[in-house]
């Protein structure tokens, strides 16, 4: 379903990420794990091209997203993308959130858009809520109609950049079983995230970075079981 | 009791003049914005082309007094041109283009005070960067733009007054032409300066309700 290959970002001279593999299957649910300022982030963010590649191959689908010439809106059509900070559009209904992009580029009718949207809040458990402003929200019902939002267009892939790092500890249950839903669902999920116990919980596989690079990569109990990196070693000390 | 027969007298001739003003800013404003506007979206776009000449029109207008370029519109343009043009509509021109590099860099600065997030998440979903701009972004610019957009309106009403230099009878001229045969200078300008005053007043408040109103 992903493909990377030799990837490299850098911002002038510094470099972000350095020469990264990676291949997610259908189905497969990923966890990328590992220190502030490793690239996670900017690896998710290159999946969906919100950063564009400085060398290297991204393929989504057999699709070559890092070719000039690629449409990007098309791809991204098929990528969910759920944010730390929810994104949510303050100046429309949590119900028009999720029924712009669909009645947009899938030229849905008001009542089917709806109709998809009412399901979707039903499915994060906020179907009352479609018509306040998102403003309203606590952080976790925020990020649940932020993963609705994305779900509204039917991807094959959702990315998740730490979506549980700006919630009240309270509020982070809820989102993560939604995302457990998800996933036992079998939807082809990258995450980033701090939440171990989600990772090991939930993931097929866990990456750990460290310094741009994908230091170690295995099952979840391989990673937190025998780590047989150092680094990956001293980092779960810290966290776990 | 000199004064309100003054008044009286003089009202007619003056109100026609901010009739006349209001008229031009009314016009010259939506020139302004609709310029503003493309301009503002050129600057936060990629474009560097565009850019270059949206950098370079604002820096011309914004360096030059608005009397220097009323002047030119009016006299310099028409005679090497060979064109005639009438006062009102040179000055509307003017007021227009003075006021459009301002809205540019207000329109500018409303889209980029708006969260980055928002444009990454309109087009994470799929949508194109024009649609993400016009259901996401600018409706969200356009309340922060408010304040200073009226600012600009207030100031651009007031700057109507130059056009008396090219003749146009707006309420300044208005207030020049009734002291020329009255000779009560104190008290025309007393009157000229409480009509813009009003007009302001009234703008004013009506801005503050439009800013509840959206929010």
Redesign the interface.
């Known amino acids: 379903m992903i493909e990377v290959q030799n990837l490299k970002k850098s911002y002038g001279i510094h470099e972000v990420l350095k020469d990264i593999d990676l291949h997610v299957k259908k189905n497969e649910v990923v966890c990328i794990i590992g220190p502030s300022g490793s690239g996670k982030s900017t690896l998710l963010r290159c999946l969906?091209g919100?950063e564009s590649a400085t060398a290297g191959s991204i393929s989504i689908e057999k699709v070559e997203l890092t070719n000039k010439k690629a449409n990007i809106?098309?791809i991204?059509?098929?990528?969910?993308?759920v944010?730390q900070?929810f994104?949510?559009?303050?100046?429309?209904s949590v119900l028009k959130n999720i029924t712009?992009?669909p009645m947009?580029?899938k030229k849905l009718k008001n009542g089917e858009a709806e109709h998809l949207a009412l399901n979707l809040l039903g499915q994060v458990g906020l179907r009352e809520k479609a018509n306040v402003n998102p403003d309203t929200l606590s952080g976790g019902q925020k990020q649940r109609v932020?993963i609705a939002?994305?779900l509204?267009?039917q991807p094959n892939i959702m990315l998740f950049d730490e979506p549980t790092s700006a919630l009240d500890p309270e509020m982070v249950g809820e989102v993560l079983n939604v995302m457990k839903k998800l996933a036992k669902e079998g939807m082809t999920m990258v995450v980033v995230t701090h939440e171990m116990g989600f990772a090991r919980e939930v993931s097929d596989r866990v990456l750990f970075m460290e310094d741009g690079r994908i230091i170690e990569e295995g099952s979840p109990e391989q990673i937190f079981e025998k780590p047989t990196q150092k680094r990956t070693q001293s980092f779960l000390e810290k966290v776990l | 009791m000199d004064f309100f027969k003054l008044f009286e007298a003089s009202l007619p001739a003056l109100l026609a003049g901010l009739v006349l003003t209001l008229k031009i800013i009314s016009v010259g404003i939506i020139v302004a914005v609709i310029i503003g506007l493309v301009l503002g979206i050129i600057n936060v776009g990629h474009n560097k082309i565009l850019k270059l000449i949206a950098k370079l029109y604002i820096d011309l207008v914004r360096g030059t007094p608005l009397l220097v370029q009323v002047f030119f519109i009016y006299f310099g343009l028409p005679s090497v041109l060979n064109f005639k043009l009438d006062a009102m509509l040179a000055g509307i021109i003017a007021i227009g283009i003075n006021a459009s590099a301002y809205i540019s860099e207000i329109i500018r600065a409303g889209i980029k005070s708006i969260?980055s997030?928002?444009m990454?998440?309109?087009?994470?979903?799929?949508?194109?960067y024009g649609?993400s701009m016009r259901?996401?972004i600018l409706?969200?610019a356009f309340k922060r733009m408010i304040p200073p957009l009226v600012n600009q309106f207030i100031i651009s009403l007031k700057d109507t007054s130059i056009l008396s230099s090219i003749g146009v009878i707006e309420l300044t001229s208005s207030g020049q032409i009734i002291i020329a045969s009255s000779f009560k200078a104190f008290q025309v300008w007393i009157m000229v300066g409480i009509l813009y005053f009003m007009v302001i007043e009234i703008l004013t408040l009506l801005s503050s309700r439009l800013e509840r109103w959206v929010s």
């Open positions: 969906n919100l809106n098309k991204r059509e098929n990528i969910g993308m944010f900070s994104n949510l559009f303050p100046n429309l712009l992009a947009y580029i932020a939002r994305a509204a267009m | 969260d997030g928002q990454e998440a309109a087009r994470s979903l799929g949508l194109p649609v259901k996401v409706p969200q």
